[in-house]
């Protein structure tokens, strides 16, 4: 399938087998994706919410796995869970979108997993991203602030050039995570786990501020 310049009204995608969809400039209005199985499918530029509405599209359950959005706007859009792993999200708006019970992680065992996502320039601000496992996932220059990060894990991320609200910190795991180019004003070293962490050479003086440290020029 493969759609241009289109407006879907309240369409029903439930169920369907959509794989390797291809879908560009178009719009979505109140349209449910449960329980289909968007496989490699590929959105470009495409509106799932009516403007000034705050109900997004649904896609709960859904099969996401190595799904493309790029330009896309999903705030408020439902991704309760759906499998997500290897999906891709490029510059979207994500605002208020709800990724409970979500999962980016492809299970071996019950124990032994590994993750896989691309979420880059995004807008995540007051999204649930709660007990979400976003491990060595890429995941820079994405605004965070206001998103629940309660429960987590992006331990070895990639994070660089995030934007993050202070009272964030220590509410997910982060150990071996690229922080670079973030501010990190409230990050207490003292509270927060930062074992193999990256950051450049100028955030050295807001991490040792909590701990009394003043940071001189050489």
Not at 88 to 103: I, K, T, V, W, Y
Not at 111 to 137: H, M, P, V, W
Not at 188 to 199: A, F, K, N, Q, T
């Amino acid at each position: 399938m493969h759609a241009i310049d289109q407006i879907f009204n309240a369409e029903d995608f439930s169920d369907q087998d959509l794989q390797d969809a291809r879908f560009e400039n178009c719009s979505f209005y109140h349209c449910r994706f449960n329980h289909s199985d968007l496989t490699d499918a590929q959105f470009i530029r495409c509106k799932f919410i009516v403007p000034g509405e705050d109900e997004g599209c649904n896609f709960s359950y859904a099969t996401l796995t190595s799904a493309s959005f790029k330009h896309c706007n999903l705030s408020m859009a439902l991704f309760k869970g759906a499998h997500c792993y290897g999906m891709e999200m490029r510059d979207c708006n994500l605002q208020g979108s709800d990724f409970s019970r979500a999962s980016f992680a492809n299970y071996i065992t019950p124990k032994s997993y590994f993750c896989s996502a691309y979420i880059t320039g995004c807008n995540l601000a007051y999204a649930d991203l709660g007990d979400l496992l976003l491990e060595e996932c890429e995941l820079f220059d994405n605004r965070w602030r206001g998103a629940n990060l309660t429960g987590a894990s992006m331990k070895g991320s990639d994070l660089s050039g995030g934007e993050f609200s202070q009272e964030q910190w220590g509410s997910f795991a982060l150990q071996g995570a690229n922080l670079t180019r973030i501010e990190l004003e409230g990050l207490d070293p003292r509270v927060v786990s930062l074992e193999g962490v990256m950051i450049n050479q100028w955030q050295q003086e807001q991490l040792l501020a909590p701990l009394g440290l003043i940071v001189t020029p050489d």
